[in-house]
């Protein structure tokens, strides 16, 4: 652990966690962290590989070590964790939604529920017999007056015009929390990891990922992998059909490559009739290709591999004689239902496995 290291650690993490809303809901571009992927963090790895580090290696002692490299992905990977969709794709809306549905429910507003919720959880503008929805409230639904500042195209309001005083006491309250819950988790892995990697030998499917690419060769530079030409092949063909899509989104005349084996007209075959009936059970047959998880499968286990990939047959398998049955296994993660439910309790049988 370097002061470099550190430095650019942070800057990666910050980047990453700024830019992270916009790239995922205003470029569209592939999530930073929100599909359990930091396909961002790897890349600046890779670029950080091939590019940089060959660059600085030119002169004696300025190439970054594996442990440098070890520390700038850790920090980029949180950066990863809080521009995905459980932190700031979310963060703000429950902070100061509920004081806007009570000022439009009668229930709400009867009974005060907002009374019960600690000051500090909320945005500082509780509503009031003059002012049912208080400015601060109007101002983050509706928007302010538009400026002339602009970024890719959508008008953004300068920092000082945000109602900090009303924010700051919830923020500090959250990220105080965040923080904290961020060592427990570290502290937590410390506890566990001896005996998840040495003694049930569970596999880390993103650090493995990472180890793969930073191992080197005594008088080496660079992993193995990166001087086979099956390697670069299989890179070639991903990075051209990817950026070939990424053209089509922004240019529609120019051609796309789809990843995409739309075998939807077989539903109509008659054995295939009862399964179309369990909910969700036609996107199955809308094949996708995500060069990622192919990718990140290279370095699972086959048993795990397999267990990923026969999982939503065997679902099927199970749900179609239950539907024929007229059992209803509709329903949502919000709104409860079978397939809801048995998340829930694979979920439970994984915590009750973690804590044995």
Known sequence: MTVRSIVLGLLAAVVL??????????????????????????????????VVNPVMGLVKGWGFKAS????ILSMAFMGSV??????????PHPLITPIRDQARSPDWTGKDLLQYVPDEMMV???????????????????????????????????????PWKAWRPTLTFWFT?????FAAGICA??????????????????????NELLATEPGRSLNPIFRQRG??????????????????????????????VDCTPFKELEILKPVMKVPGAPSILKIQFFFAAIGLAFFLSSEASFSLGISGVLYLAVA??????????????????LPAYSYFGAYLGMALMVLY
Do not use: C
């Not at 005996?195 to 990472?210: C, K, N």
């Open 17 to 50: 966690a700024s830019l992270g809303y916009i790239n995922d809901t205003w470029l569209y571009l592939s999530y930073i962290g929100g599909d359990l992927v930091p396909t961002h963090a790897y890349g600046l790895l890779l670029i950080g590989l091939l």
């Open 68 to 71: 440098e490299f070890v520390v």
């Open 82 to 91: 809080l521009a995905g969709s459980g932190m700031f794709w979310q963060m």
């Open 124 to 162: 500082d503008a509780r509503p009031t017999a003059k002012e049912a929805i208080p400015e601060v409230v109007g101002a983050y639904f509706q928007g302010k007056d538009k400026t002339n500042r602009t970024l890719f195209g959508k008008h953004v309001l300068h920092p000082g015009d945000v």
């Open 177 to 181: 929390l965040l923080g904290l819950g």
């Open 189 to 210: 892995v410390v506890v566990v990891h001896r005996q998840w990697s040495m003694r049930e030998h569970l596999s880390y499917p993103i650090v493995t990922f990472a």
């Open 231 to 260: 390697f670069w092949i299989g890179f070639a063909i991903a990075l051209l059909i990817l950026i070939a899509n990424a053209l089509h989104t922004w240019y529609p005349n120019f051609p796309g490559i789809s990843t995409v």
């Open 320 to 337: 179609t004689p239950l539907v024929a049955r007229g059992i209803d296994m509709s329903g949502s993660l919000m709104e409860g239902g």
